[in-house]
């Protein structure tokens, strides 16, 4: 045991707020075909009834790799959808029940700090950063949404010449009966959300794969992570493992920084349901765990509200699983959101060390920084070039820049459409932000 103090050890928050970057849980990778599947994929991603308010707002942070993953048919109701708060259907808005709710000229409307519209090229979104959910709207009322931060309802009718009064009226009452804004008599009380994102910490994720015959030094990368306050780790194994190793390995970090790990590991005689538990309870770091390679076992098992475990048949034998665009891994909350804006959404304060022991961006790029075993992580997450990528935002890439989810997605760009355009949009994106569909 080291005997330095553990850095952090009290202060660190209890959940990791990076996991939005790894990716540890293996998908279906079907395209999706249309918005109903779309929509279907969204339910599965509504939070429970105890936050169902606006007054709890803890659960913000909760990353979509905590939510059932399994494949989705769009014509059965989500599972437990009766009981849960937000995973009702749509409200219909009828005329009638418009104009009931049709305010006096004089009001204001509102959204909600955390609900924020974003526009695409086909249509636009509203992602509810609290509740850590999205709904589909189409592009001009996103535009009412920017006109009502400063106009009234009645300066709202008249920009559009009166002409529109009842379809206005029946946007906004749907955007209230999603408990996505609210009448006000004035919108100063109600401030917008401070959207600048900041992080004190020079790395806040790490990937570290093991091929056949790696030996990665893992006590000497908990010591250098440690000391760039890292809180998550991902340990992915391109070859079985068993619970014993993967057990090993987790303990390397037991004196660190890092408040979370993910396991990706070939599958094993002992990485069964029990064996898989044991090594959760011993290790309360472990928040996700993903077995491949399993002989047509494909389970998505809900330890509790932080962890995971996953039995998949995909076959992972090296890096090239990366790089993967669904729905599954939208990250509709405060850090994610705030941190697109200015950062790229995968390779932000990462570092990666791959199975040959070269440092990377991600073990899925092609420049290598040095080898762990004899240049300094620090040295390396300093220098100029290993920070340009950080700097690559969705708004950069093109056809990303164009999409309604450029801010909750994950870029990749170690696999792009056209090698010979850097900031070209992920080759494994199928979503077509120009006609709104899944391809």
């Avoid at 005997?3 to 996991?19: G, H, M, Q, T, V």
């Avoid at 849960?84 to 749509?90: L, S």
Wanted: aromatic share 8%.
């Amino acid at each position: 045991m080291t005997e330095r103090k553990k850095p952090f050890a009290s202060s660190l928050a209890a959940d990791d707020r990076r996991l939005h970057s790894l990716n540890i849980l293996l998908a279906d990778y079907e395209p999706i075909v249309d918005l109903a599947r779309d929509e279907a994929l969204l339910e599965l991603k509504q939070p429970c009834a105890v936050y169902g308010t606006r007054d709890f707002a803890d659960h913000r942070f909760y990353k979509s790799l905590t939510m059932s993953l399994g494949p989705v048919d769009a014509t059965q109701p989500p599972p437990d959808a009766a009981g849960e708060a937000g995973a009702a259907a749509e409200p219909a808005v009828d005329a009638a029940a418009a104009e009931a709710q049709r305010p006096d000229g004089s009001s204001y409307f509102a959204t909600w700090a955390c609900c924020l519209p974003v526009e695409g090229h086909a249509r636009s979104i509203v992602c509810d950063l609290q509740r850590s959910t999205f709904a589909f709207i189409p592009n001009v009322v996103a535009e009412i949404l920017e006109l009502c931060k400063t106009r009234s309802v009645a300066e709202l009718y008249a920009h559009y010449g009166h002409e529109h009064n009842r379809e206005i009226d029946e946007y906004l009452a749907y955007l209230v009966a999603r408990d996505f804004g609210f009448y006000c008599a004035t919108p100063q009380p109600f401030p917008e959300l401070d959207l600048d994102w900041r992080n004190p910490r020079p790395i806040t994720n790490c990937v570290i794969d093991f091929g056949a015959d790696t030996e990665q030094p893992l006590a000497s990368l908990s010591e250098q992570l440690s000391r760039m306050f890292c809180q998550a780790v991902e340990l992915r194994f391109f070859r079985a493992a068993s619970a014993d190793e993967l057990a090993s390995c987790a303990a390397a970090f037991g004196d660190s920084t890092i408040r979370s790990i993910s396991l990706l590991a070939g599958d094993h005689a002992s990485l069964d349901r029990d064996g898989l538990e044991l090594l959760l309870r011993r290790n309360k770091r472990i928040k996700h765990i993903a077995v491949h390679s399993t002989a047509g076992r494909n389970e998505v098992i809900r330890v509790d509200m932080h962890t995971t475990i996953r039995y998949t048949s995909e076959v992972v034998s090296s890096e090239a699983c990366c790089g993967q665009v669904s729905p599954r891994y939208f990250s509709p909350n405060v850090d994610a959101f705030t941190e697109a804006l200015v950062r790229n959404s995968c390779l932000s304060h990462k570092v990666s060390v791959d199975a040959r022991g070269a440092i990377k961006n991600c073990p899925s790029m092609v420049r290598s920084f040095g080898d762990v075993r004899t240049t300094p992580l620090a040295e390396v997450v300093a220098s100029e070039a290993f920070q340009a990528p950080w700097k690559i935002t969705k708004d950069q890439v093109l056809v990303c820049q164009d999409c309604e989810f450029r801010y909750i997605c994950h870029d990749c760009r170690a696999y792009v459409a056209d090698p010979e355009q850097p900031l070209s949009k992920p080759a494994r994106c199928r979503y077509n932000p120009y006609e709104g569909r899944w391809e």
